[in-house]
């Protein structure tokens, strides 16, 4: 047996007196049965690309410098090597960068520009290059 009551009392009797608040259920972004098939039909096991990882893979460094004339032969760090500021200036600047360059620029009229890591920031580096190279952008600038 229905009968025909007015809910405005009883909304105002739960949320004022009771302190409630009216609440609907959302729908969420959840796979309804039908898309659930549909998705699994899609990604059958022989479709599913994966990616094998694995931890601690070899590694690889390298140097080198390019220009708008060209490039500079890669210099290939051995394994183990700690790149720091004496290695840089032989190995790389003194052994790699200037006789290579000379044939890039042989008017002597370049720019070396380098990023801060602590080997390019170091004073004798910096040093170095203000004794061995015609300009360069240094480690303040």
Known sequence: MEEDIDNRPIRRILQIDL???PYRKRKL???SAKETVTR?????PENIRT????QHSGSTMVWGAVSYNGKITLKF????????????QNEMLRSTLMPNISTL????????????????KAKSTQ???????????SSEE
């Open 40 to 44: 699994l039909k899609r990604y059958i």
């Open 29 to 31: 972004h959840g796979l």
């Open 105 to 120: 620029y042989s008017d002597n009229q370049w720019i070396f520009q380098q990023d801060s890591a602590p080997a390019h």
């Open 19 to 21: 302190g409630l608040k």
């Open 77 to 88: 760090i051995e394994e183990g090597v700690k790149i720091n500021t004496k290695h840089y």
């Open 127 to 137: 040093q170095w290059l203000v004794d061995n190279c015609p300009d360069f952008i």
């Open 51 to 54: 990616v094998q990882r694995f």
